[in-house]
């Protein structure tokens, strides 16, 4: 999952808070490791998680935690945080692996419980009125069909006005097949029962080879006995490999007593979280797994086709923690940007060619992977932040300032001739430099003081690429990888104060040097640099 989903946002800023007084510390304590797990459970409870989701998680981490490994161990602090993380992955219901760095993407088709087998297979969405079902059944055919699989769409709900003309028309954009019911005349339907739907769309399927049917299913405002006797019948006619609950992430606890009520009547396979765009406090998410022992599998986090992505527990948890999801900026990099192009653009770095068509050319790369706040955080740049005294909540605001800055600095460079974006000094130190700025200016609509600012804070970075440039090129030389993480630091730092660019320098993310005193070296003997060997 790429996008940071917005649910989590105030959540994840608290818990990283909390944690950081732990963090590094060579002791903890039972009154410290009670008085962090206080402060947890009364964010988990401002965020909407349920009460019994709250208790069970605090009880297994307080537990764990009050072991004489943890205790006596080295990096007490440490050892907490992963407990909390394990903690976190359970309760969004998956299991810590081993070996996560190398968790490959899963399939949807997998994710949602269908065989590879050719054979055809059902699956029911289910949930209440307003949860998303209808765009959520049109996105699963969405991206199914680009995983080769060749879906029909199925109305339900033959109840709510403009239910069935609301799929087909999504399944039009969708361009996937649709079981038409509607009545000749346009008046009613041509179907009068589950078992009258059920076996016209598998006539339909059969005619038109669909390997899977989707059955976009009724709702009510609130669980009632006529909509599960009418689920429970179309269930049995049915079949179904796969029953997804769809869960609206803005009722917060609510999901669980929804979640409870299906699962329990019907039983669910999976749930699908809609709307995670939407700045809600995290609650459902961490509630409904609770509640039905099933796993959350997908997640819709917008209003396009193809804004539906498989939830992985262990990422999430990993960003809620403020530890970034590399695995998933990989994935959406591998699908966003080109590769002759990014190979272009390595080229030219390499060569030390970093001027503002080179910066613009990368600046358009990152955009297709999301915002300057999203990547950063992805990457886990924002833990370490909250290690040198930059807070969450001053984070946002510290990536916002830098993110509008990149928006400036790509107009400004637009405005420039192709010959300026290539000779650097022409706005810096040549005689025409104040003309060529005047112009400039006038042609962006920016001020004087921006055009100003981006020619300082470019020839910074630019002494910084510089040097990674030949880095590039001896690391791939020696089949090593490029650490993306100076480059982020590097645009973030001019926003810092000098304290911040300090830590920053420490942690390896910005150029410079930084004192360390623990460590001597004797004459003649070379520090050692990471990520080579001799």
Known sequence: MLLFIAMFDSLSGNLQDTLQKLRGQDKITEANIDSSLEEI????????????????????????????????????????????????????????????????????????????????????LLGLQGAGKTTAAAKLAFNLKKEGKNPLLVPCDLQRPAAVRQLQILAEQAEVDFLNVIAADGKGYIVKSPLELSKLAKTQAAANNNDVLIFDTAGRLQVDTDLMAELLLLEKQVAASSKLLVIDSLIGQEAANVADSFHTQIGITGIMLTKMDADTRGGAALSVVEATGQPIKLASTGEKLEDLEVFYPDRVASRLLGMGDVLSLVERAEEQINEEESKK????????????????????????????????????????????????????????????KMVKFKIAINSMTKQERKQVDLLATDTTAKSRRARITRGSGLKEADIDQLIK?????????????????????????????????????????????????AKGMLPGKAKNPGVKMKKGVKPAVKGFRD
């Open 41 to 124: 459970r009364r964010q988990l409870l401002e965020a909407d998680v349920s009460l019994k989701a709250v208790k069970l998680f605090i009880s297994r981490v307080r537990r764990e935690a009050l072991n004489e490994k943890v205790l006596r161990g080295v990096k007490p602090g440490e050892q907490f945080i992963k407990i909390v993380y394990e903690a976190l992955v359970e309760r969004l219901g998956g299991q810590v692996e081993v070996d996560s760095d190398k968790q490959q993407k899963v399939p949807l088709a997998e994710t949602i419980g269908l065989s590879s087998d050719s054979g055809t297979q059902s699956m029911l």
């Open 345 to 404: 653009l390595e080229a030219e770095l390499m060569k030390g060619n970093f001027n503002y068509e080179t910066f613009l050319g990368f600046q358009n790369m990152m955009s297709k992977l999301g915002d300057f706040g999203q990547i950063f955080q992805m990457m886990g740049m924002g833990g370490m932040l909250s290690q040198f005294g930059l807070k969450s909540a001053d984070q946002g605001a510290v990536l916002s300032q830098t993110q509008n």
């Open 457 to 505: 804070e470019f020839g910074q970075m630019s002494k910084t690429f510089k040097k990674i440039g030949p880095m590039m090129s001896m690391m791939q030389q020696s089949g090593g990888q490029m650490d993306p993480k100076q480059m982020m630091g590097q645009m973030a730092g001019a926003s810092m104060s000098k304290q911040q660019q300090k830590a920053m320098k």
